[in-house]
């Protein structure tokens, strides 16, 4: 089975500056994709970033970037120029190539952001 | 619609009460899928569907959950006999066809039992 794990429950980051979000995971599969998402207070999970296993390339979006050290399973996230709005949970996410496969979720991150 | 919306946004249930939860995903979303969240935790899956086949269900937590999509459209999460426990937010999730990227969440429903 697949394990996502987010060990830091809180961070905290000045606007305009940089934080970066960890996530590890496991799996025994070679192919997969991950995800993180971003819930606000209304709860909707919003997706930030998307990146395939297969893909040596580091996916970006915006102000949004990704780590991803596939040998080290590892994920993280960096948000660079940090504003007001990017407060809410952070959820690192793994899903399997296989049809119908669910998406397992870390714990999150309650990331806040200082003006 | 434009958006996975779900209903009631918020339900307090007596403990042994029976509730309802709806989902009506995007229209032409194929897969479907019920997530629980727990406060401060991350979702977990309950079950799956591709049209009206319930393909995985091995996340339901008892046999008093129980989910339906009769028609592939609206899908329903009954909880029977409602426990503390199952005080949570429940998010439906749905997308056009089974593919390797994010789904559209809705907003969810929180459960509270008292």
């Known amino acids: 089975a697949q394990t996502v794990t987010q060990s830091q429950p809180e961070m905290s980051v000045q606007e305009a500056e940089t934080v970066t979000l960890s996530c590890t995971y496991d799996?025994?599969?070679?192919?997969?994709?991950l995800f993180w998402y971003k819930q606000p207070p209304s709860r909707q999970m919003i997706l930030v970033i998307r990146?395939?296993?297969?893909?040596?390339q580091n996916a970006t979006e915006n102000r949004f970037s990704v780590n991803f050290q596939k040998a080290a399973k590892s994920f993280s996230l960096k948000i660079s120029d940090s504003q007001l709005g990017d407060a809410a949970m952070y959820f690192c996410a793994y899903r399997s190539v296989r049809p119908n496969s669910k998406l397992t979720f870390g714990k999150g991150i309650t990331l806040s952001v200082r003006p | 619609g434009a958006g996975v919306s779900q209903s009631p946004r918020y339900k307090v249930a007596k403990r042994g009460q029976d509730v309802a939860l709806r989902c009506d995903p995007i229209s032409g979303h194929v897969s479907l899928f019920w997530y629980q969240q727990a406060l401060g935790q991350g979702p977990e899956f309950l079950t799956y569907?591709?049209?009206?086949?319930?393909?995985?269900k091995s996340g339901l937590p008892s046999d008093r959950f129980f989910a339906e999509r009769p028609e592939g459209s609206v899908s329903t999460l009954k909880i029977q006999r409602t426990q503390q426990e199952d005080s949570a937010v429940y998010l439906c999730?749905?997308?056009?066809?089974?593919?390797?990227?994010?789904?559209?969440f809705g907003s969810g429903t929180r459960l509270t039992v008292v």
């Open positions: 990146q395939e296993a297969y893909k040596q």
């Open positions: 569907f591709q049209n009206e086949a319930q393909l995985d």
């Open positions: 999730a749905s997308s056009q066809r089974d593919r390797g990227f994010g789904y559209t």
């Open positions: 799996t025994s599969e070679s192919d997969y994709y």
